[in-house]
């Protein structure tokens, strides 16, 4: 194979054309970087030449449109996974939250996790929630976190808050003793956790959503949303942010991953809190 070949933009614009046009598939919305590696991995994959080979593989083999867009599914996740962030939310920016909740009795702190995949990002954030709310000198304050994502099978992981040995590999012992029992071999999430994070179906990119429907209103303190946008296009993940953005409360935060962060610190509506940590929050009045 030609790699030269294999990259230009002219055979990707060509095969993503065919994919549209006989499968019906659009991949325009994700990186060409991204989709160009997809792409060498099923032409290797399928033993093809080149990308016009695979043209014709994907004509004659009509699985393989099916195969190619789940190989760009990447769902790989961890709890407490930007560890930056993390300590952020926990020392600083919730108890924060918490406090002025309290002070001007603004009802519940509200949450989205975008893009969640299996859940541990949601799980992570609850599990700090938990722990700053549930002192006894801590201010009464309920918290709810909507945890979206557009693949329902992964959806469906996460409620079952069940977990492996090995996922739960950076949670402290601490945490493992409160938030999980253990169930054979498996980490379960407690039900105290279960009862405030619902997990929905969302594709961030449906430009008639603007938040989870079941968060009625939007309207969140908290959204997190990492190693999503990296697998977009610029004009794509501009769509992502401009959602982000307006579904934050004024003076609400957001959450990225560290390398996207450098996408999301040119928008206007967002100031960077901390660098290196990727954790913005939204301009007032914006
Ligand atoms: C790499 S995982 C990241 C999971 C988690 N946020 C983390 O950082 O550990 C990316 C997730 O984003 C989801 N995703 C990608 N595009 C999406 C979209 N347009 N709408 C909703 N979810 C999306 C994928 O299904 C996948 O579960």
Not at 119 to 143: K, N
Request: glycine share 6%.
């Amino acid at each position: 194979m030609k790699a030269k070949e294999f990259s230009t933009d002219a055979a990707v614009a060509a095969l993503l054309r065919g994919l549209a046009e006989a499968h019906g598939l659009d991949l325009t919305p994700y990186d060409t970087t991204f989709l160009r590696k997809a792409l060498e991995q099923r032409v290797a994959a399928t033993g093809c030449a080149n990308l016009a080979a695979y043209g014709g593989y994907l004509a004659e083999h009509r699985a393989e449109a099916a195969v190619l867009e789940q190989s760009l599914h990447i769902i790989y996740s961890e709890f407490f996974r930007n560890p930056l962030a993390f300590a952020l939310l926990e020392q600083l920016i919730l108890p924060g939250m918490i406090e002025a909740k309290a002070r001007t009795g603004r009802g519940e702190i509200r949450v989205w996790s975008a893009g969640c995949a299996t859940g541990q990002e949601a799980w992570s954030v609850a599990m700090l929630l938990d722990e700053l709310t549930a002192t006894e000198c801590a201010p009464p304050i309920a918290y709810r976190i909507f945890a979206t994502d557009r693949s329902e099978p992964d959806l469906a992981q996460a409620r079952t808050g069940h977990y492996s040995a090995e996922a739960v590999g950076n949670v402290q012992a601490r945490r493992l003793r409160t938030h999980f029992s253990r169930h054979g071999d498996a980490f379960v999430i407690a039900p105290r956790l279960r009862a405030r994070v619902e997990f929905s179906c969302d594709d961030l990119l449906d430009a008639n959503s603007a938040s989870p429907a079941a968060s009625i209103y939007g309207d969140f303190d908290l959204v997190l949303c990492s190693n999503v946008l990296l697998y977009y296009r610029a004009e794509t993940r501009q769509f992502i942010i401009d959602k982000l953005c307006r579904a934050l409360a004024p003076g609400g935060y957001l959450v990225t991953g560290e390398t996207e962060r450098d996408i999301v610190a040119k928008h206007p509506g967002l100031r960077l809190v901390a660098p290196p940590a990727a954790v913005f929050q939204k301009k007032k009045p914006f």
